[in-house]
């Protein structure tokens, strides 16, 4: 499967835990987007990374929200003492471009977060 | 309030039949996309609109763009119960790397 793959597709955690999120993106892209969505709503964008890089987190919130990307392995976005609010789901995008050469993103299938 | 914003919300059609939905934005783009969501999956790329495009076909669907009116809409002709799912327009930002969605329209097609 050449599609961009993110693991695992549903989480619990308890309030308190720490959840983390997996993102390999499609083979060659060095391009992701990290977004979350609540039921019956869009998608609302959190992070855009780089390999190494992270080059726009505003719409991540300050306080125990990261992200990653390393130079090897997956991208990883780590929620620390979740909290209900954080019930969502969380999907990760990729492109083998800059966001804004009009080129299309290409979504995993997300992780669904559930908080105890 | 967000970028894009699609309407109707829900739309609930007969087999056969076509489903117009519309998007208005608020800033300057580059270039606007349509996706599709089917329940409990990603979004799956439909279209790509640039902002010196009016028009634009694949298959079944038809968008436009109206940059004065700062809106797009999305045609599907001889919808099929396959096409039941939700449709997001999602904007790039003058300037910026993101892409801001939309809230989506619920497309039911009845068979």
């Known amino acids: 499967n050449a599609g961009v793959m993110q693991n695992p597709r549903h989480l619990v955690r308890r309030r308190g835990q720490e959840a983390r999120l997996r993102c390999s993106p499609m083979?060659?892209?060095?391009?992701v987007y990290w977004y979350r969505q609540l039921p019956e709503e869009g998608l609302k964008f959190m992070v855009y990374?780089?390999?190494?890089?992270?080059?726009?987190e505003s719409g991540m919130p300050k306080e125990r929200f990261s992200a990653e990307f390393p130079k090897e392995g997956p991208s990883i976005l780590r929620i620390q003492q979740v909290v209900r609010g954080d019930s969502a789901a969380y999907f990760c995008?990729?492109?083998?471009?800059?966001?804004?050469?009009?080129?299309?993103?290409?979504f995993g299938d997300g992780t669904r977060l559930s908080i105890l | 309030s967000q970028q894009g914003e699609e309407d109707p919300q829900a739309l609930s059609i007969q087999e056969g039949e076509n489903a117009t939905m519309n998007c208005s934005y608020k800033t300057s783009i580059n270039n606007l996309q349509w996706y599709r969501q089917n329940s409990g999956r990603g979004l799956v790329h439909l279209i790509l609109i640039r902002s010196n495009e009016r028009e634009k076909h694949s298959g079944r669907l038809r968008v436009t763009l109206d940059t004065s009116k700062k809106s797009s809409s999305l045609l599907i002709t001889a919808s099929r119960a396959a096409d039941t799912a939700s449709y997001f327009c999602?904007?790039?930002?003058?300037?910026?790397?993101?892409?801001?969605f939309g809230t989506g329209t619920r497309l039911k097609v009845l068979a």
């Open positions: 995008a990729s492109s083998p471009y800059p966001g804004n050469l009009n080129q299309p993103q290409h």
């Open positions: 990374l780089q390999k190494e890089n992270i080059i726009d």
């Open positions: 083979k060659g892209h060095s391009h």
């Open positions: 999602a904007t790039d930002s003058t300037g910026t790397y993101k892409y801001i």
